[in-house]
């Protein structure tokens, strides 16, 4: 059974830097999967953020933090991580982590994921 689990949420000011993390175990290896963050702030819809293949490190990310977040893993650590620079108010939410399969479902998709943390707070102020 896959499990990941996320730390590094806080609460930060506009404009500052936070970076969040995401311990993945279950498996030998990872390398038939990708992993994806996603956050959900009160009263909306949970919304991709990125996304991170595991063996290539190929990486994709939403419009709406393109340019300020960074999506990385450690292989050897199997940690995953998520870069956030130039924190808005509106980046507000709990972030989740989650693992999918390499195949059709698209990245964006949160119905394409088979595993999920438990997430992590993150609140910017203005």
């Known amino acids: 059974q896959v499990q990941l689990v996320e730390s590094g949420g806080g609460l930060v000011q506009a404009g500052d830097s936070l970076r969040l993390s995401c311990a993945v175990s279950?498996?030998?290896?990872?390398?038939?999967?990708?992993m994806g963050w996603f956050r959900q702030a009160p009263g909306k819809e949970r919304e991709f953020v990125g996304a991170?293949?595991?063996?290539?490190?190929?990486?994709y990310y939403a419009d709406s933090v393109k340019g300020r977040f960074t999506i990385s893993r450690d292989n050897a650590k199997n940690t995953v991580y998520l870069q956030m620079n130039s924190l808005k108010p509106e980046d507000t939410a709990v972030y989740y982590c989650?693992?999918?399969?390499?195949?059709?479902?698209?990245?964006?998709?949160?119905?394409?994921?088979?595993?999920w943390g438990q997430g992590t707070q993150v609140t910017v102020s203005s």
């Open positions: 279950g498996r030998r290896t990872f390398s038939g999967y990708a």
């Open positions: 991170v293949t595991w063996s290539y490190g190929n990486t």
């Open positions: 989650a693992a999918k399969q390499l195949n059709s479902r698209p990245y964006a998709s949160s119905s394409s994921y088979d595993y």
